[in-house]
């Protein structure tokens, strides 16, 4: 695996499940400041991703992330990542602050992930859903209230037809 820089990342979204509705601007960035970015835009969803890539990312149970259109994002600061060919086979480049190791994005060629722990304020991010549930561990605490999905979701990447179920960051 080799490292690489990362400023920017062709992705957008299309075909939308339950859409977080919330108004207004999101900030966050890495630790130690470095990255920072903004989002003008709600979410598409905020997912608790329990596939074994992100678990090890994660170093946890599960990944948590707000999905956004990334034409809503503004990002300061250059990411260093890496790609991994996800459980789903799309590509994901996970990137991280070369300063503190923060993760902070996920990106398909059509989804940009932001972990929810890396916004200023994280406590608007409710989930919505928790996909990959065939991958998670048995001591995993799954929440009742959202959406649940054995593998990917109803959340099309914007991919060609037949691969519309592609939610997995």
Known sequence: MRWKDVSTAPIGSRGRTRKVTMAGSYQGGCRCGQ???EC?????AVTLCYCRDCQRWSGGA?????IMPATAVTRQGHTTGYSVQAESTRV?????????GSPVFA???????????????PSPFTPTMAIWLDSAQPWAVIPDTIARFPRNPPLSSGADPEQR???NP
């Open 62 to 66: 599960c990944g948590n992330y707000v």
């Open 107 to 121: 990106a398909t060629p059509h989804l940009l992930a932001i972990t929810v722990a890396s916004f200023d304020d």
């Open 40 to 44: 003008h835009a709600a979410p598409i």
């Open 165 to 167: 179920n592609d939610g």
């Open 35 to 37: 990255i920072r970015y």
């Open 92 to 100: 994901v480049c996970r990137e991280f602050c070369p300063a503190c």
